[in-house]
């Protein structure tokens, strides 16, 4: 279990929320009660009656944050808060305060710098001589432009070894294994919260997604690699697993840059594992030492196993495909089947279809690509949308309908004539494409199925164990249900 503590931040523009908020912490180590913006502003009364411990921060515009008085009353607001027995008080690196720091010692002191336009090549000597000073702990928060912006605040726990005195924080999307897994870098707290423009992830899904209590140095790491993934349900479904099956492990959303970015960011923390997705799915093959067959004839990889620093890549999304059909004893032998879309979906789909027998045909809004699936599978294309009659298995391989965009269909309710119809968007649950399907008689099958199934291949891959199906399925539909418009 980790030794790194919660803190969750909490800011307001009256006492009254500041304190209803500071007393709603439930399930953190301490607060950082963020003072700035406060318009009646009363140390004492924000410090009386405390529950937790706490951080008192008070964030000058210059540093990102909301207080625009003097610095001869910031610092008033800061001593007081010593005076008073605040368990911590947050002073910038960059403000003359040395004299406070001297005062104290360094006890009971934060030393905080943040670089908000990225991350300064001196970060590690930058970091050695704030803790010079002699303050308790050291907060550095740089703004990731990529994910291996991470390695650099990971290279400089290493070389500092100074666990429990160090707090670094990669800001952005491409910094959330820093918060998540703050326990890999020796961290005295991760702050949790929601906190704009700064990338920080809220206290319950912290300890109920991530399991941010049992993460440790020695945590395996996992995670999605593609651009973009804020998205994914992938991270809900994986840790969920992981969770049921004890297994100390995490899985993060990896928004990679480029191919680069994501070999660098994958060998330098040493993971085990990885989904991968668009658009990284083909690019990514020529980095794999060894792939299977059905990544091979696809042309594609999903999944990224690290085995003795050997890359190993295999395609999950065909067996995925293939499992809510066999689920229902559908015999594909002959049956004729419309591919609507020529991505890497499709590819997968076809390759699913063709070794089951079925009779493949490929449609898409760009005649040269269907045309180009179709022979590399040696199937017939089609035009679009399908004639009617002409098929009794749809699948949707395209985007549309996916959220927000939930009122487009690809194909019209009067050509929906088939036996069956396969939605690969699983974002919303039900399709437009789904409704009218299911109106018009067929039997659907919607793309959570598939997303569970291919779920389920790569952590038995990963892990040698078959997580549950209902588990997967039942963290997708929250995050699904998290991610509507309230």
Not at 322 to 342: C, E, F, H, I, K
Request: proline share 5%.
């Amino acid at each position: 279990m980790t030794t790194t503590r919660l803190c969750l931040t909490v800011q307001a523009d009256t006492m009254a929320d500041l304190l209803r908020r500071r007393d709603e912490a439930v399930g953190a180590d301490l607060v950082e009660l963020r003072l700035d913006g406060v318009g009646d502003l009363e140390v004492a009364s924000a410090l009386a009656h405390r529950r937790l411990p706490v951080i008192v921060t008070c964030r000058p515009v210059w540093e990102g944050g909301r207080f625009a008085g003097s610095e001869t009353d910031r610092l008033s607001l800061l001593q007081t808060a010593l005076d008073r027995g605040a368990e911590f008080v947050d002073i910038e690196w960059r403000a003359e305060f040395a004299g406070l720091v001297a005062a104290t010692g360094g006890r009971r002191v934060v030393l905080s710098f943040h670089d908000f336009d990225g991350c300064p090549a001196d970060l590690t000597e930058r970091a050695r001589a704030m803790l010079a000073t002699g303050a308790d702990v050291v907060k550095i928060a740089v703004r990731a432009r990529r994910l291996t912006d991470c390695l650099a605040l990971l290279e400089t726990a290493r070389a500092l070894d100074a666990p429990g005195r160090l707090v670094l924080i990669a800001m952005g999307e491409y910094g959330i294994t820093t918060r998540v897994c703050a326990a890999k870098f020796g961290a005295a707290w991760t702050y949790a919260g929601q906190v704009p423009g700064v990338g920080q992830v809220d206290l319950p899904t912290l300890v109920n997604e991530y399991r941010f209590r049992s993460i440790g140095a020695a945590t395996e790491l996992y995670g999605v690699i593609g651009q973009p993934v804020s998205h994914s349900v992938s991270p809900a479904m994986h840790n969920a697993a992981f969770g049921a099956s004890r297994r100390d492990a995490v899985y993060v959303p990896l928004p990679a840059t480029d191919v680069a970015d994501a070999v660098a960011f994958v060998n330098g923390f040493r993971m085990k594992g990885a989904s991968i997705t668009i658009p990284y799915k083909v690019a990514l093959v020529e980095r794999m030492d060894d792939i299977d067959e059905t990544a091979r004839r696809i042309g594609a990889v999903n999944t990224l196993r690290i085995d003795h620093g050997r890359w190993l890549g295999m395609n999950s999304d065909a067996l995925g495909f293939l499992q809510p059909l066999v689920d229902r004893a559908l015999d594909l032998r002959r049956l004729r089947a419309s591919v609507l879309g020529a991505g890497g979906s499709a590819r997968a789909v076809v390759s699913g279809l063709v070794r089951s027998g079925a009779m493949v045909t490929v449609h898409a809004r760009r005649r040269a690509a269907a045309e180009a699936l179709a022979g590399a599978w040696s199937v017939a294309a089609g035009p679009w949308p399908p004639d009617p009659g002409s098929w009794d298995l749809l699948v949707n391989c395209t985007p549309m309908g996916l959220h927000p965009a939930v009122e487009n269909s690809p194909v019209p309710l009067d050509r929906l004539t088939g036996r069956l119809v396969y939605d690969l968007v699983y974002n919303p649950v039900e399709t437009r494409l789904l409704r009218e399907a299911s109106h018009a008689g067929c039997e659907v099958i919607g793309g959570l199925d598939m997303l569970v199934a291919q779920a389920q291949e790569q952590s038995q891959w990963w892990t040698g164990a078959r997580p549950a199906a209902d588990v997967m399925r039942s963290a997708a539909r929250r995050r699904l249900q998290e991610c509507q418009p309230q």
